[in-house]
């Protein structure tokens, strides 16, 4: 670290902290606020934004494995946005499928299918990848989203359907 990152650890953690062991091994509360540790010196410090987007997705994991789903959304949601920063600062360049296709699914799993899909085509069909496992995962999430969808659409449909014949059946004529 450089004497202006380690002073901004000091001045953000370093003054709060109280001695504690994260040696051997964790249960899950302990990694959480090993993550948790680490997430704020990596901030304090101004470590690069895809090494915060992996923190977040990680404390995210831990939450998901202790249950708590409202927690784990909040920290899917948190990593998303900061893989979407990762995305417009360096992916385009790059032309990171696996990026993307995380971006995808992080979409995916907070319950923004349409942005999912979207993220899932652009690497269908960007024919600058050339990773051929990620266009085949890509398309199969592409499609199973597109039909989820469709299928929601058609329930939705039906649902007001059967409303307006349970309405019109009530009513007297």
Known sequence: MSDRQKKQYYEQVGVRWSVRDFGG?????????CYKLALLTGQSVGEKERVIAGILHH???????????????????????????????EGEQLNNARLMYIIGELNK??????????????????????????IRASREQWQQL????????????????????????????
Request: aromatic letters at 10%; charged letters at 35%; hydrophobic letters at 35%.
């Open 25 to 33: 091994e964790r249960d899950l509360d302990q990694a959480l606020a």
């Open 59 to 89: 404390i995210a994991w831990l939450y998901r494995y202790q249950g708590k789903a409202q927690d784990e959304q909040r920290f899917l949601r948190f990593a998303l946005q900061s893989y979407i920063k990762v995305y417009e600062e």
């Open 146 to 173: 597109r039909e989820e969808m469709a299928d929601a659409e058609q329930m939705s449909v039906d649902g007001l359907t059967d409303n307006k014949e349970h309405r019109s059946k009530s009513q007297p004529v």
């Open 109 to 134: 799993r907070v319950g923004e299918s349409s942005e999912a899909v979207r993220w899932f085509s652009r690497i269908v069909n960007d024919k600058r990848i050339m990773d051929a496992a990620m």
